[in-house]
């Protein structure tokens, strides 16, 4: 590496290394102060995400009332 080129295993390990830390990333960003939130929740919501917003609210009282229903 002293003449400044990377060759293919360099960028292997890279890979390997930033692997690595967006799985450590995910699993603290998967803990809150009372412990591992359930699978079924992160995908839920995770999918909930995803979705197309289902109601468009132009107003305080048109998002009132759908939340009244």
């Given amino acids: 590496m002293a ?3 990377c060759t ?3 960028f ?3 890979e390997k290394e930033i692997q690595l830390l967006r799985s450590f990333v995910i699993g603290v ?3 809150d102060k009372e412990g591992n939130y359930k699978t079924e929740f992160v995908k839920k919501i ?4 995803q979705e197309e ?3 468009i609210f ?4 048109s998002f009132l009332s759908c939340l009244q229903k």
């Fill in 3 to 5: 003449n400044g080129t």
């Fill in 8 to 10: 293919k295993p360099y």
């Fill in 12 to 14: 292997s390990e890279l």
């Fill in 29 to 31: 960003a998967g803990k």
């Fill in 46 to 49: 995770i999918g909930a995400n």
């Fill in 53 to 55: 917003g289902k109601f």
């Fill in 58 to 61: 132009r107003d305080k009282k």
